[in-house]
């Protein structure tokens, strides 16, 4: 049976528990709060040699919230060495909801018109929640997370959470932090919206789009103009 809503999902993340299932056709879900937690540092994120080419050649046309069911759905297919997902329909139907309403997100990365990496998560107060990330051709999913960090930079969050260490992200810059260095770094991001509506102030709320945005002065961090390779890795380079 499907249990998860939007208010009983948003309520968890604030708290530092998740939801997942054991397959892709399970009918429930159980929750997860780890006794080690994986997070990025927005400015611990390795750009390698390589991986700063291809974000400059601008390989991949890069996009935020263009086709977010179709990347969450990209996310819980099976693939060779990881035949199941734990990302089942009652997930799947919750994130969709929650993007609607303007809390879930994706990076998306295309090769032409064919969607071909990317990852999904949740934003609350300065808080991200990376949920999935997937790659169909080679570095998408690295390029895609080199641009949410740049996103998250410039929209003024303090905390990217990587929910498990994995060689993958550990290879990015990820870092594993115990359960209580993550709850106070997650009580720092969501200070002040707990209990508030959608509609937080911004002092209090990270700025997913605010990448998108012409500056408001010569001082600010923002871009103008379509974003490019070479302002992601300006961002990324930048320290606070």
Known sequence: ???LDPQLVLGAYAVGVFPMADHRDASSVYWVEPRTRAILPLDGFRLSRSLRKTILADRFRVTADAAFPAMIELCAQSVHGRPETWINAGIERVFTTLHAMGFA???ECWDGDELVGGLYGL????????ESMVSRRTDASKVALA??????KAGGFTLLDCQFQTPHLASLG??????DAYVALLSAALDGIVGAS???SPSVT???????RVPAGADSEVVSGPVAGHDIVQLLVQTS
């Not at 934003?123 to 990376?130: I, P, T, V």
């Not at 641009?147 to 998250?152: D, G, I, M, N, Q």
């Open 1 to 3: 049976m499907d249990l």
């Open 198 to 200: 959608a509609a937080s």
């Open 123 to 130: 934003a609350l107060g300065r808080a991200f929640f990376g």
């Open 174 to 179: 990820a870092i594993e932090i115990k359960r």
């Open 147 to 152: 641009w949410l960090v740049a996103r998250l």
């Open 105 to 107: 997100h994706s990076i």
């Open 206 to 212: 990270g700025d997913f789009f605010a990448l998108d």
